[in-house]
């Protein structure tokens, strides 16, 4: 894998684990009135910048599919349910419960696989 897709998947990562902390941050705002909650989520800095690390998201995932094979592109992918899961428990204090901290390893293990025959 060249320095450049390697560039790409890690800012990918990035953007992608910021986007979901971003939507998380968004909506644990609390309202008695659903529709007063929404119009508040709606209206926070948070959802903004969610949205727009997804759009810069899906063109960094175009500019790596462009690099790489589609079946090796999707399984380095994977590694962003782990980071977005440490990110979650260290921003939102989210249990991690042996089994999933096992999946952690287990895909983390998979994409070192990948990535390392790339």
Same mark, same amino acid.
């Given at each position: ?50 949205? %727009?690390? =997804?759009?810069?998201? =899906? ?16 399984? %380095? ?24 901290? %096992? ?9 070192? %696989?990948?990535?390392? =025959?790339?």
């Amino acid at each position: 894998m060249s320095n450049l897709a390697i560039l790409v998947w890690v800012l990918n990562i990035i953007v992608d684990t910021t986007g979901h902390m971003a939507f998380k941050h968004a909506a644990i705002i609390e309202h008695e009135n659903e529709w007063h909650r929404w119009k508040m989520m709606l209206s926070s800095m948070p959802i903004w910048i969610g949205i %727009l690390c =997804f759009c810069l998201e =899906f063109a960094l995932w175009l500019v790596l599919l462009s690099m790489l094979p589609l079946s090796t592109g999707v399984l %380095l992918g994977a590694i962003n349910m782990v980071s977005i899961m440490v990110a979650g428990r260290l921003v939102f204090h989210e249990l991690l419960d042996p089994m999933r901290i %096992l999946g952690m390893l287990l895909i983390t293990l998979g994409v070192g %696989l990948v990535g390392g =025959f790339a």
